[in-house]
């Protein structure tokens, strides 16, 4: 009786909670990595028709589980910060100085990229993803075309490039936090404007790149990034490369 409990205290409620985080966030990235390394690059094999099935029949079954994996992961990861890990205390969101040190830090930087990346998908990728899925459906129902199709498309395409780049710093961010950052012998008790100031640009700057704000949604050099998968790994690589940089300069 005594183990079957153990699992409604807090130690046991931590665990479910990040197993579910983990778990959800597989379903999640792996549904965005599959996205964009393999279903976007083989539509430009298909005809107009082909693409229109695999939208309705395949695309629009794969939005479901990746929409709903990502809010799942997203309230999984509040509820691991929320629940205390420890028999006693407040969980390490609840704890005032927890984001002033290394593992807070951490953990933030990997959050602001993770919540901007749920935000994208509910926000944009899903919101212009229905217009595309529509437009297949009254299509092969025999109506006509949705001129607002592409430029949809197009907006859902360019936010989810962006994810792919966050997702690999972001994925640094979160296992670093108890494999790396917090035991790497970093001293945040300094300069952790500075690094915040830096980060808050390279985040903005990227969203709203992202978003069309600043060079449109078109064809042009500020969205090279995302014309191809390879140049959103390559800058996904990058930005590893220079959080890490940053966190061994500032700290």
Request: proline residues 2%; glycine residues 12%.
């Amino acid at each position: 009786m005594t183990l079957a409990l153990d699992i409604f205290d807090n130690y046991g409620l931590n665990f479910v909670a990040r197993w579910a985080h983990v778990l959800a966030g597989i379903v999640w990235i792996g549904l965005l990595y599959y996205f964009n390394f393999v279903q976007v690059p083989a539509f430009a094999a298909l005809d107009a028709g082909a693409r229109n099935q695999v939208v309705d029949k395949l695309a629009s079954r794969a939005l479901w589980w990746f929409r709903w994996a990502a809010l799942a992961t997203f309230l999984f990861g509040l509820l691991i910060g929320l629940i205390p890990a420890g028999a006693d205390g407040d969980g390490a969101f609840l704890t005032s100085k927890y984001f002033t040190g290394a593992a807070g830090l951490s953990i933030a930087t990997g959050m602001l990229l993770g919540i901007t990346m749920f935000l994208n998908v509910w926000g944009v990728i899903w919101r212009h993803q229905k217009v595309v899925i529509a437009n297949a459906r009254n299509v092969l129902a025999g109506g006509e075309p949705d001129p607002n199709a592409a430029g949809a498309g197009r907006k859902a395409l360019l936010a989810s490039r962006q994810n792919t780049i966050f997702s690999f710093a972001m994925l640094m961010f979160m296992l670093g936090t108890s494999h790396f950052f917090a035991f790497g012998g970093f001293d945040t008790s300094e300069n952790r404007g500075i690094y915040w100031a830096i980060t808050g640009v390279i985040w903005l700057v990227l969203e709203l790149n992202c978003l069309g704000v600043i060079g449109g949604t078109a064809q042009n050099a500020t969205n090279w990034i995302y014309e191809d998968h390879k140049r959103a790994i390559g800058a996904g690589l990058v930005l590893v490369v220079f959080w890490y940089a940053l966190w061994e300069i500032v700290f």
